[in-house]
């Protein structure tokens, strides 16, 4: 077989700690046999292999590229892919100081110990003041790679919060109009029972009013004078006027009692909404948690382009 015209690229052996099982040997001799003209090693975050790889290549005639997967990454963003390939023996030397570097950096990712590079070393390595700066060649790598995950990030962020809004459709938004008008009920008749607590407090002090001293006052003055038929008139009047509030009360009470009922219906289905309206909550919480770090639609565009920037301005050879 002859498939291969120039050489293969991004290949990893089993250096690459829980990520290839392949030898150098096999690789070197599969490259061979595919008549490449030269090969790379880029195990991921180590160049162990490098010794055994060039001596081998140049035993089958091709062109040893020695190389790295490296991880890069900042905090805990999780550990983005970045191949980066000598184009000589400056390049090399750039990139052994650059991976050992990276092992002062070294951290548990998706349960692997990775030795981290980032933009610092990047940069103090590569970039244009850097020793291998024109030496190495920086490829995209793959969907693991700095610029891809910008993108995929979005596509599983998009996801994550899909699936939360699908949740949400499950329990009451805090807008929904059932629970606005159950609430604003609710508060309406609340307001409504304190008012009437006041009131039939008031009207049962007047209706216990005691009528006693104007009884005694109509009996102790004579039948027939002036002072007898007022002393009567006022007890009558007051007598009246009792009867009246008495039957205010009870109006009052029969209301209070129709309110405390309606209340007591209420009360349990707004307490199950307020319950479903909490849980809505803390999804939209966790959407707006998914959405931090995330770059909107707008933006996606902008930040590829100036992480693409950056990394042509460090790795670039022509
Ligand atoms: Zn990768």
Known sequence: MNGIKYGILHSQTDNSMRDSVMTVEKLVAQAKNLGASAAALTDHGVMTGYMEFMKLCRKEGMNPIVGVEAYVEEGNEGARHLILMAKDYIGFKALIKAVSESNTRIAKVDGIWCPRMNKDILSKHFGPNGEGH????????????????????????????????????????????????????????????????????????????????????????????????????????????????????????????????????????????????????????????????????????????????WYREKFWYW
């Open 134 to 309: 024109w030496h190495v060649i920086g490829t995209s790598s793959c969907i693991k790679g700095v610029l891809a995950t910008l993108i995929t990030t979005k596509m599983e962020t998009e996801k994550k919060v899909e699936m939360l809004k699908t949740k949400q459709k499950e329990y009451e938004s805090p807008k929904a109009a059932g629970f606005l008008k159950n609430t604003k009920a609710f508060e309406t008749l609340n307001i409504r029972q304190r008012q009437l607590e006041d009131e039939i407090a008031e009207l049962n002090q007047i209706a216990n009013r005691s009528l006693m001293a104007l009884e005694h006052r109509a009996q102790e003055v004579f039948d027939g004078s002036d002072e007898g038929n007022l002393a009567r008139e006022v007890l009558k009047a007051a007598g009246k006027e009792k009867e009246m509030v008495c039957m205010e009360l009870e109006a009052k009470r029969q209301e209070k009692r129709t309110v405390d009922q309606e209340m007591s219906v209420l009360k349990p289905v707004i307490q199950q909404q307020k319950a479903s309206v909490a849980k809505w909550e803390q999804l939209q919480s966790q959407i707006e948690e998914a959405r931090k770090g995330c770059a909107a639609d707008e933006s996606l565009d902008e930040v590829l382009r100036q992480e693409a920037c």
